[in-house]
């Protein structure tokens, strides 16, 4: 070997040797969440892309498009374990060029055919086409945040192995405000978290910047969100205060470069808790004087702030009604302040007090006489269904209900009903569930996607929020699944037509691997494991079996609640003679809400869906059920799948181990178990408790519950409950 | 260029590109605190180590020696970049032999001429020496504890670059049990933590054996700490549940290859609490019985389980006084229980109630007369001082006056007293000023190191423990200095005579570089950090001057809490005549409880050092100090002093942008300045409220306050307070 071999091979030598710690340094801890970026699997696809991506024409400075830059950076070098150079201008074929007509020559000289026009400010098309000759991966937009949606789109292809050659993107969002909520607390505990503290580190701020905050904007930015409320909505009066505004601002111009706008859970009664004001009447003057004070403020420290989220009059908030003032007064009143600077106020419909005779009924008969009153720039946020986001609800009747207020659906992708960060429970199929429901407002057809997206009533604006959970644990959720959710959240939020399917398969491509052995049978055990959790808590039509406050174990006998519509029995209602909820003419008549065409089935206790039964029928437990089982031995059919499910869920990820990496593996075998025994305790408590009025026997073939029903009500007793802000 | 060479050349450039984003992905988080392992940077020193350990013989496969080797397999892989292969016996010179004469032939075959039987079960030796005609280092201890331990030594000095080159080391431990107190709640929440939530997380055990779990017993072990209290000392009674200890078996089995033994806090009432008992009378047959039953149990699922740790009659908890009993009788009836399993009682000495006119003589006054009375198995922890884990206090002096009860040290390694994980404070000093106190127990030279070493009274056990912080942050401590603090707790524990200035070197050198141009400038800061926190909070002996509870901020004024001895009136009784809290012969007397020499000195306001003096003595404004100064000005001085060495220390930290990473170097900066301006509060807080009773003038040349004292009473109580537990 001559002279230069030999130096080289030595050189090479310590290069490999350098590396070999590398694997133990790239804990897959499950903080990359899906922007993974691991280097392309196959060896064909990944040449390809290395061909089409020699080099990047990236021009302008603004903050935005430096992130754009900054993340395909990070991006391509790690997916093609190469980073592309960046140039002034194209050069050859094999490049990706971005930008905005304004920002870019490159870009202002193509022709879109009016294209660009269709996609609004968020928009973007990715095309390959000729530029001067030369073949290039266009990433165009109006405005640069579009850039930067595209870039993550590019991306995204590459994480997911799809090809790009004759590729012909053309995406714009369905609806305006896609939108994260925090319960943060400002003493950092999380209201319904389960994932660490808040991500926001009030102690250090303003003056560290936490790298995380940064990374959280990315996140956000990849699926769509473009803002997010920080705090909790039980909310403390403090975060309007100089001293909080100063944090929030370091926040905001961290948020900033990603679309990402901030708006603030606010106190109504605020004027009287940190303002010296005797009143918080929305109609007084000075009140609203002083709200006008507080939305110029925020304004000064946070130029492009996104506006206020408010519960009020709700489970103890203070709100209007303690004037004897409505919801549109108070949230006119809060719009009023925030209209000169362009902010809106997003008001919560999660209303309902313990003298109604149906928790249901609350939010519609609360609102829909308000139809019409409120402000230009105020929102209805509504969630999903009409109690609180039960493992399985109807959709909310408001979808469809309000015709003149701009209505926007609160989904939750943090667990509060779902074991928390204990169990696996893919939530992309309820939201598709609920946006693809038929709300028959104005007729066939009026999904409740479409009614959110302004296709049936034209609403000033148009929205989605998601109550998402992610803490200061390692990964983000807690449970590594919780990820999926959240990203699936965002992903509909702004195409809600995507299927919960594709979705979870985009998912597991970005965050574990392209390797079909593992791909399928994830996605298929993704896809199921809502309806485990359905199951084994409250299958058939039944809700919110939960023990008062910490919702993680049933205690279906509970009744000794500080107010009835907390307890358990007012939701199941069982005793000898049957079970379920008469939300039928006979009792509440809740289901007059619905559309005609909706009401009529729910109302039918021969054609309504089994699951939906118990929701608005009560009947007999020898009820006859669509399987022509009774309704008892269709429970014990319907508890047992789901223990049953989870236990298919256990094998299907305990054969893969070795297909992906070991950390992440144990962690999701070890949450397995945990849910496969939570499982069992479910359906053995509820079946135990519900067949002490039932008095029928469990059909043969299915595990009976080992202990008596005394047993299980000792057991959720003195069962851990794993939530810091509960205890 | 011929063909071999040029594929070489590819084949390098792609491995080049394959290092690109490595900077990226070793992020200084923070995570990998003093055992960092990087790289070697002096290529001089590097290749003598290289040549110096070639391969590794380390025979043996217990937990404890495949963890010693795991550990030398890490540890040499990242210093050295190269992972020496682990060979079976010894073949050539340039290698590491370790194990004991019982796991290793090769080191059985050794002559240590007795060295080994002066160094017990935790000691080691490490030499470079012939074996079989070849020249190796040999790591060699009589248990396999030993050798891990001596493996943590020889990676700590490569870490910090010491040559080893005729190295002849011979350590054992002066204190038998070195123990972490964690103050952790069950739900997760730490009591004074400031650093995440608990790293116990109860909620996925016994299931999921979080990675950080091992991670912490490697420190752990790193730095000789051989036992750990997991739960607060305010204790939950579910701890001796099942439930939870089938969650603690997992802990104690992740811990017990590293020589750390569990033990558990307990409440005194839990016969009462969960034992269905409706007595916790030591002397009641029953409630003994309990005891040794939950005893039984434990060691059941624990074979090695440590023993109890035990906060009783103080601060509302439960304790033997409730029944007539004394502390004595309290500690023997567990010690009894623990006993036949050779588990030990640690029994806090922290008791006062609010009637004693002197919380500072409590201690002593009730353990003193119990000298003699406790089980062997028992033993006495002791604050540093006789009230809290104040910047300053004199040495508790219960140490030096208990001659028949073992009696170990309780040191605070977390900030509750030195702003949270918000203020740079290293504790080694403080630690060093306390262990080298002279007691004159017996006479001259009877330091508190040598009391608590059992140099002075023979001691049946001999121990220190510190109050540790670490959390779910993701760097564990909150403020990365906190580490040193953790770190010198167990090297002092570990050897008393060691000096904080070696160990921060030390520190300094592990946890960020060798570069001299940090080191010496940092060490220097670390060494006036706690001095600093002194004098901007308390000093001239001034103590507790923090608003009840949350004990961040200043509030000298506060008299009404619930108990006069919570209160920092209490503690400076500062009015028009004069400051401090006379504790001489014509005060409380506390004074009395030292030896005589020791007595003499604090009694006498001429002789005193400045530093203790209002600890002492209360004195008219214009006291003369030993700087000529009056007390009035020699307040100012002080304070301001404090101020500015904070200052001084920012500068020094800012002038190391670049010598370290960017993201540990911007979160100190930015820390730094946030204990800039709070400590700029508490001097002009704290000279604003005595001035007000000196009614002097502000001495020439210094700062003034700002503002008038309402502003800063104001001020303090709507300052956020950055603690979780506390909210």
Redesign the interface.
């Known amino acids: 070997m001559n002279a230069?071999?030999r130096k080289?091979?030595r050189?090479?030598m310590?290069?490999?040797?350098?590396?070999?710690?590398?694997p133990?340094?790239?804990?897959e801890?499950g903080y990359r969440m899906w922007l993974r970026y691991v280097k392309v699997a196959s060896q064909e696809k990944l040449s390809d892309y290395r061909d089409q991506i020699r080099y990047v024409v990236a021009e302008g400075d603004s903050p935005t498009l430096l992130a754009a830059r900054d993340e395909l950076e990070?991006g391509l070098?790690?997916l093609l374990?190469?980073?592309p150079p960046f140039r002034d201008s194209v050069a050859a074929s094999g490049g990706v060029l971005i930008g905005t007509p304004e920002s870019s020559d490159g870009i202002a000289s193509l022709d879109f055919e009016g294209r660009l026009r269709q996609i609004g400010d968020e928009g973007y098309l990715i095309e390959e086409r000729e530029v001067d000759g030369e073949t290039l991966l266009v990433i165009a937009a109006n405005e640069e945040i579009g850039v930067l949606y595209g870039v993550f789109h590019l991306l995204r292809l590459i994480q997911t192995e799809q090809p790009l050659h004759g590729i012909e993107v053309l995406s714009a969002p369905r609806v305006e405000l896609r939108m994260a909520n925090h319960w943060d607390?400002?003493?950092?505990?999380v209201e319904r978290g389960?994932a660490?503290?808040s991500l926001w580190?009030?102690?250090?701020l303003p003056?560290?910047?936490h790298?995380r905050y940064t990374d959280y904007a990315r996140f956000s930015a990849s699926i769509g969100i473009n803002g997010v409320a920080i705090n909790n909505v039980n909310a403390d009066p403090?975060i309007l205060?100089d001293?909080?505004l100063e944090r929030v601002q370091v926040l905001a111009d961290i948020f900033r470069p990603y679309g990402l706008s901030i708006f603030l859970s606010v106190n109504f009664d605020s004027p009287r808790r940190i303002g010296g004001l005797d009143s918080a009447d929305p109609l007084d003057e000075e009140v609203r004087a002083w709200w006008k004070e507080q939305a110029d403020n925020i304004y000064s420290y946070i130029p492009d702030f996104g506006g206020f989220l408010v519960k009020a009059d709700s489970e103890g908030q203070p709100g209007p009604h303690g004037y004897n003032r409505t919801h549109a007064d108070g949230a006119n009143m809060l719009a009023e302040a925030l209209e000169p600077h362009g902010g809106i106020v997003v008001w919560r419909a999660f209303v309902y007090n313990p003298e109604q005779s149906d928790r249901f009924r609350e939010a519609y008969d609360e609102f829909v006489p308000l139809d019409g009153q409120f402000a230009e720039n105020a929102i209805l946020q509504v969630k999903n269904g009409p109690i609180d986001f039960q493992p399985r609800e109807p959709f909310s009747p408001l979808f469809g209900a309000l015709e003149e207020t701009s209505t926007m659906m609160e989904f939750q992708v943090t667990q509060e009903y779902f074991g928390?960060?204990?169990h696996l429970a893919y939530q992309g199929t309820l939201f598709e569930e609920v946006l693809q429901s038929d709300t028959y407002a104005r007729g066939e057809g009026a999904t409740v996607g479409r009614v959110l997206a302004g296709e049936i009533f034209e609403y000033e604006m148009t929205g989605m929020a998601g109550v998402i959970n992610p803490g200061?644990?390692?990964n983000w959720t807690g449970h590594p699944f919780v990820q999926s959710s959240w990203y699936a959240f965002g992903r509909l939020a702004w195409d809600y037509t995507l299927t919960a399917e594709e979705i979870a398969e985009e998912w597991i491509r970005m965050t574990f691997t392209n390797d079909e052995t593992f791909v399928r049978p994830i996605r298929e055990l993704m896809m199921e494991s809502r309806e485990a959790g359905v199951n084994y808590r409250s299958p058939l039509g039944l809700t919110h079996l939960y023990a008062q406050g910490h919702h993680y174990g049933p205690a279906p006998w509970w009744n000794g609640g500080s107010r009835p519509d907390w307890n358990p029995y007012y939701y199941h209602k069982a005793d000898e003679a049957g079970i379920g909820f008469d939300r039928t003419a006979t009792g509440s008549n809740a289901v007059e809400q619905y559309h005609p065409e909706v009401a009529e089935i729910f109302a039918d206790p021969d054609r309504i869906p089994d699951d939906y039964l118990l929701w608005f029928h009560r009947v007999g437990w020898d009820h006859p059920m669509q399987s022509g089982r009774t309704l008892w031995d269709e429970l014990v059919h319907k508890y047992s799948e789901g223990v049953e499910a989870v236990r298919r869920m256990q094998q299907t990820w305990n054969s893969m181990e070795g297909v992906i990496d070991q950390?992440r593996f144990?962690?999701v075998k070890?949450?397995l178990?945990?849910q496969e025994r939570d499982a069992v305790r479910w359906r053995d408590t509820c079946l135990a408790y519900f067949q002490s009025f039932s008095g029928m026997p469990y059909p043969e073939g299915y595990e009976e519950p080992e202990h008596d029903l005394e047993h299980y009500m000792m057991l959720w007793r003195?069962?851990?409950v794993?939530?810091?802000w509960?205890?």
Do not use: C, K, Q
């Open positions: 230069p071999v080289t091979t050189l090479l310590l290069l490999i040797l350098m590396l070999a710690p590398l133990d340094l790239l804990a801890d990070r070098s790690g374990d190469r980073t607390n400002l003493n950092r505990l389960y660490g503290l580190e009030w102690g250090t003056e560290y910047r790298p403090r205060t001293s909080f928390f960060n204990l200061t644990d390692r950390e144990e962690h070890a949450l178990e945990i003195t069962t851990y794993p939530d810091p509960y205890n």
